[in-house]
């Protein structure tokens, strides 16, 4: 099972891409050099990824401390537990510093905070609510929700104690979803957090000479009095997958891809509408694996374009359209299974995408209805009614012949027609058509 920190979600699995940023020139001799890092999403295989790269480039390099800003609602426990196990097993000292000050780390990320070397957080900041629920937007029975929380638990208490902070907190922020300010963490005995600033200057020149023991028990020094800072940054594979994972991306990246399919069902062989559609599916079903998806959600938005489709096949007089736009917005409102306003789609994207849609599958009824109506140009419908001129007397007891579309046709009629009449056809009979004169008083 998959199990996320206060929001549900699939576990996405992502391939290894280049370090990120670019090649750091060396400090001068004696210049000690940060890395620093900005973290702001959720906690998924991307960012994990990301910091993970940050944290082996501050090795290879030698760095002398390594500082990630971060700002999370919460994400994945695995992607969570590989962050962790990279940052007890770095050789440079990690500072997780929660800001700017309004920002939060919760869930996950007060996991993250709770295992830095230096737990640093900015005034007006909060950390913890670090419950965990089940992946996929279930509900998990209260057999699993205990083991889940005791294993997290468990982690916390782990971690907790190994940097000396305090237990008892921590524990509670996962078996009772507490949150703590800034103060909160620093104040308590021993305190969840080392250090309060308002920012990273200010943060190198608090930590300058301070002792750190590390997860093996060892003690280092830190030396950050004028410091480089090197900022780095999210490649731009990490960048993409990361904007995709954003909820209102990847509902947009479904609607278009519903859009490209349809219209490739609709006109076949049109190929562009098709591979732009299934592309972006694909794209959204990455961001589905990485975001709470709550699947009833998932389901009606699915309900609500197989009406669309149906709108086509069927004739309805719109009553299926009507259904569809209403199970497609009711859909997009319970998509995302979380109540942090950063994991919900927001009104601004599915009102529009809705109307959108529905205009689409508008038009394309309306073009199905022009169709149906029209009349029939080919076959033996389109023999009827059609005008043409008598190349032969025809009299009621016996064939005659008459020119229509082109041809040549044997014909019978039951009035008289004289040679050179304009004739229309009102039935067909194999190769001999049926005929009455053209004349206004016969219409």
Known sequence: MVVWFGCASLLAQDAASPTAGSATPHAAPGTPLVLSAEVDSIIHPVSAEYMMEVISRADAERADLVVFMLRTPGGLVDSTRAIVTKMIAARTPVVVFVAPSGTRAASAGFIIVLAADVAAMAPGTHIGAAHPVAGGGQTMDEVMSKKATADVAAYVRTIATKRGRNVTLAEQAVNDSRAFTDGEALSAVPPLIDVVASNIPELLQKLDGRPVTRFDGTTATLHTARARVVSIEMNWRQRILSAIAHPDVAYLLMSLGTIGLAVELWSPGAVLPGVVGGLSLLL????????????AGLLLILFGLMLFVLEVKVTSFGLLTIGGLVSLVLGSMMLMDSTLPELQISLSAIVPVSLGLAGVMAFLVRLGIAAQRKRPETGDAGMIDAVGEAVTPIA???????????????????????????????????????VRPDRPHAA
């Open 284 to 295: 959204a079903f990455f961001a589905f694996q990485v975001l709470p998806v709550n699947y």
């Open 396 to 434: 009621p007891d016996a064939e005659g012949q008459v020119r229509t579309h082109g041809e040549i046709w044997r014909a019978v009629a039951t009035d008289r027609i004289a040679q050179g009449d304009r004739v229309r056809v009102t039935g067909i009979d194999g190769l001999v058509l049926t």
